[in-house]
């Protein structure tokens, strides 16, 4: 894609995102996200790691971040102050204003600087591609979405297949590699798989379920991924 869409897309994102994480910390506190076995910390952090990275993307999706310039400096003042106005802002909400969850803020908001200091933005991407899926387990086990349900094998198809899609422009764009030529498939399908190994190993880790039924999901996810995609890009070709 060019870089225009690029960046059309990740705003979009962005939006939605934006509008998510200030509903979430707007309400009262769900009960359920306090079984997702990860600390309120923890969230923050990732939260505002995640907004940065999106804000980035979506204003210099093809530059590095650069500390001499402006631009890099006024996104992260943007998110430093609202991150004050959140915390601020909750105690009109029945919530409480906690120090510790704006530094919280802002660590998330340095490290993701600071990967763009040194990354492109592809790779970027591909860190939220990442991240994103580890999320899912602690989720089932706060029994918002039922162990072992159909819901959860549709959540991780779906997250896998979108996964598997990302990777697969990123592999073509960054490497040149081409999905329809058959030795180049189990390229295309090591990078979203060795996702399901990282995944598998933070939840055995943080003793959060992701059983055989959510493992199985996953693959076929992938596997159907690929074939789709293979197949629509040959009938590209051919018309």
């Known amino acids: 894609m060019k870089t225009g869409k690029d960046q059309k897309f990740f705003t979009i994102i962005l939006i939605f995102y934006w509008v998510g994480i200030f509903i979430a910390t707007h309400i009262p506190v769900p009960s359920w996200t306090g079984q997702m076995g990860m600390s ?62 704006f530094a919280a803020n802002i660590l998330g908001l340095a490290v993701a600087m600071a990967m763009a200091t040194v990354l492109s933005s592809y790779h970027i991407a591909m860190i939220l591609v990442t991240v994103c899926p580890l999320f899912v387990p602690g989720i089932v086990r706060s029994q918002l979405i039922p162990q072992n349900s159909i819901y959860e094998a549709a959540a991780y198809m779906t997250g896998f297949a979108i996964i598997t899609a990302a990777w697969i422009k990123y592999l073509s764009s960054v490497s040149g590699l081409n999905l329809r030529k058959n030795k180049l498939l189990p390229i295309f399908f090591a990078p979203p798989a060795g996702t399901i190994i990282i995944v598998k190993f933070y939840a055995q880790l943080t003793d959060k379920p992701f059983g055989l039924t959510a493992i199985i999901s996953a693959f076929v996810s992938i596997a159907l991924t690929l074939f789709i995609w293979r197949l629509m890009s040959k009938k590209g070709t051919a018309t």
Request: proline share 0%.
């Open 40 to 101: 309120d910390k923890t969230m923050h952090f990732f939260a505002y790691m995640v907004l940065a990275f999106l804000l980035w993307l979506s204003r210099s999706f093809d530059k590095k971040a650069n500390w001499k310039e402006l631009r890099l400096w006024l996104l992260s003042t943007i998110v430093i102050l609202y991150g004050l106005a959140d915390e601020l802002s909750q105690q009109f909400m029945n919530r409480s204003t906690d120090i510790s969850d």
